[in-house]
């Protein structure tokens, strides 16, 4: 009985290192940056095999390290290929040469809230790069200050958020 016990224990404790080490992981929240959607605090969940058969997607909340070897959690906004300027607050997608571009549509953004209050200017990213915001564009240290987000430094897409002191599940 006692030997049937321990092989459980073992098997459950291996599935579970695999399943941490190469499918889901989860993060704690610090900082202020993808507020209002995720807040500081928030124990976030991220599939580590979302991109293994596809790439990440506009507005998909994602896990990255930054070059200093920095967690960050953001959402993709420019795409491989596209050029990304902020006018006027607004965030300006280009995709092909001649194109005047496409404002997005922030709709996640708190009432009211802009990109930028200077603005930023035109960067092309090459392929395998992405352009990344925080929501809460007046803390954020994103794509406009680090630059591009490189696809090799993606971690993983956010499923799921936990806030531990409303006991309150959030999924993406």
């Known amino acids: 009985m006692k030997r049937k016990i ?16 190469f499918v889901i992981e989860g993060f704690f929240v610090v ?8 807040h500081s605090g928030d124990y976030v969940f991220i599939n580590k095999l979302a ?8 507005e998909e909340i994602v896990i990255a390290s930054s070059r200093g070897g920095e967690r960050l ?18 965030i300006v997608i280009k995709s092909g040469r001649l194109d005047e571009g496409d404002v997005l549509e922030e709709i996640y953004l708190n009432n009211g809230q802009t990109s930028s209050t200077t603005g930023i200017s035109l960067i092309k990213l090459d392929p395998g790069e992405y ?24 971690k993983g897409s956010v499923i799921g958020s936990f806030n531990l002191t409303h006991l309150k599940y959030k999924g993406f």
Not at 6 to 21: C, P, T
Not at 31 to 38: A, F, H, L, T
Not at 76 to 87: A, C, Q, T, Y
């Open 131 to 154: 352009f990344a915001l925080g929501d809460n564009r007046n803390v954020s240290i994103d794509s406009r200050e680090l630059g591009p987000i490189d696809i090799w430094d993606i």
């Open 73 to 90: 959690i953001k959402r993709i906004i420019g795409l491989p290929g596209e050029r990304v300027s902020i006018e006027d607050g607004k």
């Open 31 to 38: 900082g202020d940056s993808m507020e209002p959607v995720i």
């Open 6 to 21: 321990l092989s459980v224990f073992i098997v459950s404790f291996v599935a579970a290192v695999l399943i941490r080490a």
């Open 51 to 58: 991109f293994a058969k596809r790439e990440p997607r506009r």
